[in-house]
């Protein structure tokens, strides 16, 4: 993820991750997106989808091992 934000990694007994929050020092509520062609960026803002530099779906899909 881009930029140093505040995450927090949630472990099961084993040690392996399970869960992983990132809160966006600033945003409200709504679907976080980075306008733009990059392979990283993603949408357009509108009400709810807020342009933070930083493309939900991408980062998800990346974290997810889907890209």
Excluded: F
């Excluded at 084993?14 to 976080?32: C, D, F, K, L, R």
């Amino acid at each position: 993820m881009r930029g140093a934000q505040p995450n927090k990694v949630y472990k099961n007994g084993a040690g392996a991750t399970v869960a992983e929050t990132y809160s966006i020092t600033g945003m409200g509520h709504g679907q976080p997106v980075d306008p733009g062609t990059g392979p990283a960026q993603c949408g357009t803002s509108a009400p709810y989808v807020l342009d933070v530099n930083l493309c939900a779906a991408y980062q998800l899909g990346h974290a997810w091992g889907l890209g």
